[in-house]
């Protein structure tokens, strides 16, 4: 098991265990790890961020390797340059979803895709046993990366008809969360003809808006906009910019899984008897989409480098996580907002129709998620209470608890905050009401014992 790398990178409450001290002596590590340059580092809007930056780039230089700093740019940004530009490998300092007293760190492998679980061990080992590297024969040096926007929304357009999207001149509502894709999608869509209304547009740490993480609940000046303006679709990102969560026409919030389905049969009509990725708690429905177009499910656990890695590894299509993260395999194995963003209106163009007509054509599909505080300390016992009462559950990751085959039930402990998931399916509304009320008093109930 991991002690310091989370679900996705390494985070921590900055200046609490997540110190300067830390990060110097990690980016000792993961600079040995990769062991030679140049690196690409790229930071988030968060404050701490650029102290963070200087610290990373003045560790690595003491090893002897060199390094670019691309600046404030979106996650999937640097991913892209990472692998187009030739780096041998990344580092992006974000805490994603994080609230703002958290930062974190994200290792980006050659290929432009983070690295692997096993490589996260390697690098966590050399941490522990201080067995870094120690005299160089030169000092590394610190340079700046300046291709990678323009770069990473070119490779975006290669893949998409954007001469079709160009002539539907769509209306688009951007909630840039105040992050990272300030720097980036209103351009992108500038690129596609678009007439764009900004929502969150300055990029602050403190995320006043609305927070960093776009949910249902706190959309509602997306969806508002998107209605006022008549646009097409609206779409929100989270504070680094890999995940997107959209608005329909009509201003309803889609879950993460409702827009991948859309998207996935979009992307399958072109490209049958291919493979799709995604986790445990995703809605079932993606398995009925793929066999209409002769193609695959592969599941994984939850995470975006469970998903991105099983796609290299087995050159999947498609790759999906219900929180509203998107990978296209052409492009690049990793959740990407902007690339998102583009395959939506390219669908959107190719069909004709309305997305809140695209989203009726699905198979009824009810999903939901909550979030449970609870102490890192209790969360093995939650676990195991429930593996106790329910044992012929799935504990791949967490445990999922079959009800009966068309209602299910996910509790798995956060990789990055002291809170527990609770994600449910069900049959109907009703049901999945029912279902989430009853396993929610549950969780609470074995956390206060």
């Known amino acids: 098991m991991a002690k310091f790398f989370g679900t996705n990178g390494i985070r921590g409450i900055f200046s609490e265990d997540f110190t300067l001290e830390f990060v110097h002596d990690m980016t000792l590590a993961i600079g040995t790890y990769f062991e030679r340059g140049p690196m690409l580092i790229g930071y988030d809007g968060r404050e701490s961020s650029p102290i963070i930056c200087k610290v990373i780039s003045s560790a690595l230089n003491s090893i002897g390797i060199d390094c670019n ?41 050659k290929d432009g895709v983070e690295i692997s679980r096993e490589d996260e061990l390697v690098i966590e080992d050399i941490y522990l046993k201080k067995s870094w590297i120690v005299n160089p024969s030169k000092w590394g040096t610190t340079g700046t990366e300046e291709r ?130 995604t986790c445990l708690n995703s809605g079932s429905n993606i398995e009925k989409i793929a066999e209409k177009f002769n193609s695959k ?29 998107f990978m296209y395999g052409k492009h690049n194995q990793v959740r990407d907002g902007c690339m998102t963003l583009g395959l939506m209106l390219e669908l959107l163009a190719t069909s004709g129709k309305s997305l809140s ?66 994600y449910a399916e069900a049959e109907s509304q009703e049901k999945l009401y029912s279902l989430m009320s009853e396993y929610l008093n549950k969780v609470k109930t074995i956390i206060s014992r």
């Open 69 to 109: 700093v691309a600046g404030i740019v979106p996650t999937p940004c640097l991913e892209f340059a990472v692998k187009s530009l030739g780096y041998s490998g990344g580092i992006m300092i974000t805490a994603s979803h994080n609230p703002s007293q958290y930062n974190g760190i994200k290792p980006v492998a």
């Open 357 to 422: 007509d695209e989203i009726s054509f699905l198979s009824p599909s009810f999903t939901t998620k909550d979030k449970v505080p609870c102490p890192p300390k209790k969360m093995t016992k939650l676990i195991s209470s429930l593996k106790e009462e329910f044992p012929s559950s799935d504990v791949t990751d967490g445990i999922k608890i079959l009800v009966d085959p068309k209602n299910w039930v996910m509790v798995r402990p956060s990789g990055t905050e002291p809170i527990v998931r609770v």
């Open 297 to 325: 499910v592969i599941r994984t656990k939850v995470g975006s480098v469970e998903v991105s890695r099983k796609m290299v590894s087995t050159d999947a299509l498609i790759g999906f996580e219900e929180n509203g993260g």
């Open 148 to 277: 990678s926007i323009e770069m990473h929304l070119n490779g975006i357009l290669s893949h998409i008809d954007s001469k079709l999207i160009e002539s539907k001149k769509f209306r688009v509502v951007l909630d840039l969360g105040n992050g990272t894709q300030a720097v980036s999608a209103p351009d992108f869509c500038k690129k596609l003809q678009c007439e764009t209304f900004l929502v969150n547009e300055n990029i602050d740490g403190n995320f006043p808006g609305r927070g960093s993480e776009p949910t249902p609940q706190n959309l509602s000046i997306l969806s508002k906009t998107v209605v006022e303006n008549n646009a097409d679709v609206g779409i929100a990102f989270d504070g680094d910019g890999d995940r997107s969560i959209f608005c329909d026409n009509n201003g309803d919030i889609l879950t993460g899984d409702k827009s991948a389905f859309v998207l996935t049969q979009h992307i399958l009509k072109k490209n049958p008897n291919s493979l799709v990725v």
